[in-house]
């Protein structure tokens, strides 16, 4: 891949970013509903950010910043070069908006100008394609964002109406749930290839699997809500201790976008509140209540070598922020792929939280540029965020989900979330020993 030829991804990959931020009113922008979550405003500069401080401001001649402060004020980096969540972005009322999408605008300009003008750079062209991932990860963010914040408004806020093709009013029922057996043994994880891959994706290694089972597709809505009904959040003996702390300190007892009404449930999405429909999966789960089902389930969490080995024999096909629709399709709508032996909803639709704790692979080291490099600091710098900084306190989620592209992801694609995360697309997938 040539520099010049990486001009039109990042065009494409910028106006995307801009597409998901029309539909919302420029208060939505600057607002942030909880620490973890950024308003959509910072990560609108926090993509043009990378570009400039890994990239422009290295690389182009003369480099002349578009605002000092921006350098700071956007950066996903503290003053000792940490990576860190910042809750006070929501108090940034300026830049304004506009002013913000004026900096996205002068750095993709300045971008276009050097990926068209450089000579052939390896660095630079490591450099522009981790952006672009980057910026791929901020744009599932600002779904994610949006839709917490939005979920606080009296309003019931719409961020996008549901395409008729699309609607989730009336899916396909899903098949009933059965168990696809993998025989076990010594297998292979890990990325393998010449394209872009994190650095926590390797190196490939082998690992050893007893014989397992994993559930044929996610588990739905109406089966997590039986799960509640028959007094699943009032059972200690199928929760883990931390959880049933977490759960009983934040008063849930249902998944984070469901509400009662008076005939049942409703589920608020990015359409804005829909009844609850019990043959989508179910979403916004922490890890605690994924593991909580699953054992009420007589079941477990698969780990992430099982899940790898198994996604790794099918093709990467599913929901994804692609089709516009921002929320998960039933299994239903899958057609023959029980009958093709294969999981349904492996890809897209909602990461699978895994049983396994986010550590290095046997063999990891950090993605390193070489030291004699002039270069090499800058890209350490670059990939900070992705390396094991951030290996700690922390569970696997594998698959991608409904509002993620579907070219981020690959079988060996490792998200990683604290055990309470709920805001993201979080679902259930099964798995159970071979007795």
């Known amino acids: 891949m040539t520099l010049s030829s990486l001009s039109p991804e990042y065009t494409a990959i910028r106006n995307r970013t801009l597409e998901l931020v029309e539909p919302l009113l420029d208060e939505d922008c600057c607002v942030q509903s909880m620490p973890e979550t950024s308003p959509v405003k910072w990560h609108l500069g926090h993509v043009a950010w990378f570009f400039e401080a890994f990239v422009l401001r290295h690389y182009e001649k003369p480099f002349k910043p578009f605002h000092d402060a921006f350098l700071t004020m956007f950066s996903s980096y503290n003053a000792t070069g940490q990576p860190h969540p910042d809750p006070k972005r929501g108090l940034f009322t300026r830049p304004s908006l506009l002013v913000t999408r004026d900096y996205c605008q002068n750095v993709s300009e300045r971008m276009g100008r050097l990926l068209r003008e450089s000579p052939e750079d390896k660095m630079l062209r490591m450099l522009v394609v981790l952006g672009l991932h980057h910026e791929q990860q901020h744009q599932e963010l600002i779904l994610a964002d949006i839709k917490h914040l939005l979920s606080q408004s009296p309003l019931n806020p719409c961020y996008k109406p549901p395409q008729a093709p699309q609607s989730t009013s009336h899916p396909a029922a899903p098949p009933p749930l059965k168990w696809h057996h993998f025989d076990g043994g010594l297998v292979e994880i890990g990325y393998q290839g010449e394209g872009f891959s994190y650095d926590n994706e390797s190196p490939r290694h082998k690992q ?18 039986h799960f509640m009904e028959t007094g699943g959040y ?19 007892n249902h998944p984070l976008y469901w509400r009662r009404n008076d005939g049942g449930w409703d589920e608020f999405t990015l359409s804005g509140p829909m009844s609850l429909n019990p043959s989508l999966p179910v979403i916004h789960i922490s890890f605690y209540e994924a593991d909580a089902f699953a054992r009420w389930s007589d079941a477990r969490l698969p780990s992430e070598v099982e899940w790898e080995n198994a996604a790794s024999q099918q093709k ?23 009958d093709n032996g294969e999981l349904a909803q492996l890809y897209g639709d909602a990461w699978e939280w895994t049983q396994s704790s986010y550590s290095p692979y046997p063999g990891y080291n950090p993605a390193k540029a070489n030291a004699n490099e002039p270069m090499s600091q800058v890209w350490d710098e670059a990939v900070g965020e992705y390396n094991s900084r951030s290996m700690v306190n922390q569970y696997v989620l594998r698959g991608g989900s409904c509002a993620i592209p579907k070219a981020r992801i690959r079988a060996s694609f490792r998200n990683f979330l604290p055990a309470s995360t709920c805001w993201q697309f979080s679902g259930i997938r099964l798995a159970r020993d071979v007795t």
């Open 234 to 252: 009032d059972n200690p003996a199928v929760w883990l201790v931390e959880g049933w702390d977490w759960m009983k300190t934040n008063e849930r």
């Open 316 to 338: 990467i096909e599913g929901c994804f922020a692609d089709n516009n629709r921002f929320h998960p399709c039933s299994a239903g709508t899958i057609a023959d792929a029980a």
């Open 208 to 225: 050893y699997l007893q014989p397992y089972q994993l559930g044929s597709r996610l588990i739905t809505n109406g089966e997590y809500l």
